[in-house]
């Protein structure tokens, strides 16, 4: 017999004697895969390498460990079956460093082999333990252990006993593919261990049930009460809610004290005035609401709405700050609260317009503000007040006139008065300045009259309220001029005489009358 050594594999040929011819009938070729035991030199305790070693299928596989049957190099074909009945195209376990002895040559009778270790065989070495063992080899088309590449190519190709692709996850789908681990997420029932689940259904991979228990723990029970304690029941996972007794608080700052009964807080006494408006009283006026404070007390407020203040003369009357207000007067009532311009001032009904300044408040109104008689300029306060001018002849006064009198007067050289007024330039006049307080309201009358030169011309000038040209009220000329103007009591004029030839000499009188 001849072997030859190719990669692990040792082929045997029994071939004739002597001859070089073959025996008569066809000798079987004797092939030997010799386990490698330099690749499988890790130690591995129990698993044998992945791709290297081969697995014997253990005890229980009849004939899987039996030697080829016995050739012999002058011995005629084998009458019986050339091959064990019983074995399966397996590598044998040699066992490790063991090549078995030598066929003996001996003609095998030709019965089938029992099962039992061919004397004329290999060596099948010690019992094969089973899958654990790693110095075993594995069947073809088995996954080896401990390695997520097979050599298998498709599922039914391996050996669930050593299938390394399975994780242990009841919702993966373990499967090997090209000699690559496949796990496949499923959606089967399965069983997450927890016993407050059901129905569970794996989802991603994951074991996932519904909730189907009341609590796991104490603290999943609690009702926020004050008044029970709460408990989870291990036993049935439900919650129990125990009432206690002892002082609690119903949220409402106006009830104390508050007890615990039959596990509900009792309220106890209510000592606030309100909690709503509702609870309080009609404040009784249009202008305020009902309110409650915060403070549960009551606080009417005002309101902002429309009203009656029960007077004919207004209209559009309206609520603020708790009380009626006049609307716009439509005629005078004195006592409404709205003073009527048209029929009402401060002197009439001081209790719609209100009392009266002491001085005049505006100067160009055409009212008399402070209700002194005098209105506007004609009103010494409004002197220099818009828009009336300033006095522009102070100084200038050499006499006051009264009612009825007459006085006299000399020619002067002097201009007395500056600014224009009553058509003239009083920049340009020589003059002298009279003044007259009324001493009631009607007519001023002034006549001017020369004494001792006819040829003497003059010019006479009433200014009222002010010693101003610009607020003339009067003019007149020539010779013995006389003039008149109304007169208001209380209010200044002022009477200017200009010469208009001064340098003749002479002397003239002026004489004022207030019929």
């Avoid at 253990?58 to 016995?70: H, K, S, T, V």
């Avoid at 006095?391 to 007395?416: E, F, H, M």
């Avoid at 009433?462 to 103007?485: E, H, K, M, W, Y």
Wanted: glycine content about 12%; aromatic content about 4%.
């Amino acid at each position: 017999m001849r072997r030859a050594w190719i990669g692990g594999l040792i082929l045997a040929c029994a071939c004739g004697a002597g001859t070089g011819k073959a025996d008569s009938g066809t000798e079987p070729l004797d092939v030997v895969f010799v386990h490698d035991t330099a690749r499988d030199s890790q130690g591995d305790p129990g698993l044998p390498d992945a791709r290297h070693d081969l697995v014997d299928p253990g005890p229980g596989d009849p004939g899987a460990n039996d030697a080829p049957p016995d050739v012999s190099p002058d011995a005629a074909p084998d009458p019986g079956e050339p091959l064990d009945p019983g074995s399966e195209t397996r590598y044998p376990d040699p066992g490790p460093g063991d090549d078995g002895p030598q066929d003996t040559g001996a003609s095998d009778p030709g019965s089938q082999d029992p099962g039992a270790t061919d004397p004329g065989g290999i060596d099948p070495g010690p019992t094969d333990p089973g899958p654990a063992d790693a110095g075993f080899d594995v069947a073809i088309g088995s996954c080896a252990p401990g390695d997520s590449s097979c050599w298998c190519t498709a599922d039914n190709h391996c050996n669930s006993a050593y299938n390394d692709c399975n994780d242990d996850n009841p919702c993966t789908d373990d499967a090997c593919a090209s000699g690559t681990c496949r796990n496949t997420a499923n959606t089967a029932p399965c069983d997450d261990g927890d016993p407050c689940t059901a129905n569970d259904t794996c989802l991603a991979g994951t074991c996932q049930g519904a909730l189907a228990c009341q609590c796991r723990k104490d603290a999943d029970c609690a009702d926020a009460s004050p008044c029970t304690q709460d408990a989870c029941d291990l036993s049935t996972h439900t919650c129990t809610h125990a009432p206690v007794a002892g002082a609690c608080d119903d949220g409402d700052p106006c009830t104390t004290p508050d007890t615990c009964s039959n596990g509900a807080c009792l309220p106890g006494p209510d000592t606030c005035q309100c909690h709503v408006a509702a609870d309080c009283p009609d404040p009784g006026n249009p202008c305020m609401d009902r309110a409650c404070s915060v403070a549960h007390t009551c606080v009417p407020t005002a309101n902002a709405a429309a009203c009656d203040d029960g007077h004919a003369c207004t209209t559009g009357d309206h609520c603020s700050g708790g009380a009626c207000v006049p609307g716009t007067p439509t005629c005078a009532e004195c006592g409404d609260g709205a003073c009527y311009a048209a029929g009402e001032d401060c002197a009439s009904c001081p209790a719609d317009c209100g009392a009266c300044p002491t001085t005049e408040t505006a100067c160009g109104n055409g009212v008399d503000d402070d209700h002194d008689g005098l209105t506007d300029c004609l009103d010494p306060d409004c002197v220099g007040v818009s828009p009336c001018p300033s006095d522009s002849c102070s100084g200038a006064v050499v006499a006051t006139l009264q009612c009825g009198a007459t006085l006299a007067g000399n020619l002067n050289t002097l201009r007395k008065v500056s600014g224009s007024g009553c058509g003239d330039n009083f920049n340009n006049l020589y003059s002298s300045v009279f003044k007259l307080v009324a001493p009631k309201t009607g007519t001023l009358q002034v006549q001017v009259t020369h004494d001792d030169v006819s040829t003497d011309q003059f010019h006479a000038y009433v200014l009222s309220g002010i010693c101003n040209p610009s607020v003339c009220a009067a003019r007149a000329c020539c010779f013995d001029p006389g003039l008149g103007t109304p007169m208001a009591a209380g209010a200044s004029y002022f009477i200017v005489v200009e010469d208009s030839n001064p340098y003749t000499s002479g002397h003239y009188s002026v004489k004022v009358t207030c019929p």
